[in-house]
């Protein structure tokens, strides 16, 4: 029998444990009073409110993917989909960081849609709504450290030669061109992270570590204060997410190898 709606949102509520369902909702009131001691002001003719919502989207379901990351869980990739929209539609708006756009709109979203069909080729045999994880080798990191640090140089500067008139920076152009180095290091660690995901391999939180941090400096750099308490949060889960796919990881390990000895 199918369930009815009630049930399934019974069973979605008990998906999560206590401790994720108060991250979720403590990051996401958060949020809520921060848009009101923080309102934003009207940016390229956009009203401000229009723009606070557009934060709000993106914190929630930036939030609720984390969530499903952590858990291991296939679906985190259709939640993201709804991410990379709401980010495009916002930097369209804010007319700023031009590598991240690109990045999401010919990346991320291509990359969501193969990673979901991939995780769904490798479920945990004992829980289907759990896919397997690994870890990443030690040349494989040395070969994309090097990767990003080029890409971060040369779309870098590419942007400092773009002539586009933005109200974010207040005219400064120091932040602005500071702002575009950060934006395409982002930009090359967010590819490598989603790389990391679609392979399922435990380094993706490194990565997103990294991102967190270097999205952190342009949101305070570019007056986006609101969106600091996603970073937090962001912050937090990935500590959670590593923790828990070592664990994973750890402890399939040992069952390979209970199996040989036996």
Same mark, same amino acid.
């Given at each position: ?31 809520? !009073?921060?848009? #009101? ?5 009207? !940016? ?32 985190? #990739?259709?939640?993201?989909?709804? !991410? ?57 990191? !040395?070969?994309?450290? /090097? ?21 974010? #920076? ?24 989603? /790389? #990391? ?66």
């Amino acid at each position: 029998m199918k369930k009815s709606i009630k049930e399934r949102l019974i069973d979605l509520w008990n998906y999560f444990s206590t401790y994720e369902k108060v991250w979720f909702f403590s990051i996401l009131i958060l949020a809520v !009073v921060f848009a #009101f001691i923080f309102p934003e002001e009207d !940016v390229n003719g956009v009203n401000g409110k229009l723009i606070m919502g557009l934060y709000l989207a993106d914190i929630f379901f930036n939030i609720l993917c984390e969530l499903l990351i952590s858990k291991q869980s296939k679906w985190n #990739f259709i939640v993201s989909l709804f !991410v990379e929209v709401t980010e495009i539609i916002t930097l369209i708006v804010l007319a700023s960081r031009f590598a991240t756009m690109a990045s999401t709109l010919f990346f991320w979203i291509p990359i969501d849609i193969i990673s979901f069909i991939n995780w769904h080729k490798h479920p945990d045999k004992q829980n289907e709504d759990v896919t397997k994880v690994r870890k990443l080798s030690g040349l494989a990191e !040395v070969l994309v450290i /090097v990767g990003i640090v080029v890409w971060t140089i040369v779309v870098g500067y590419f942007l400092t030669t773009l002539d586009v008139e933005t109200d974010l #920076f207040g005219g400064n152009e120091l932040i602005e061109t500071i702002v575009c180095y950060l934006d395409a290091c982002v930009s090359a660690v967010g590819i490598a992270n989603g /790389v #990391f995901i679609l392979l399922r391999l435990r380094e993706q939180w490194i990565a997103w570590y990294i991102n967190t941090i270097l999205e952190t400096v342009i949101n305070i750099l570019s007056g986006q204060y609101v969106l600091l308490v996603l970073k937090a949060g962001y912050l937090t889960n990935t500590t959670y997410g590593y923790i828990k796919w070592t664990k994973y990881i750890k402890e399939h390990k040992e069952a390979k190898e209970d199996k040989k000895l036996l």
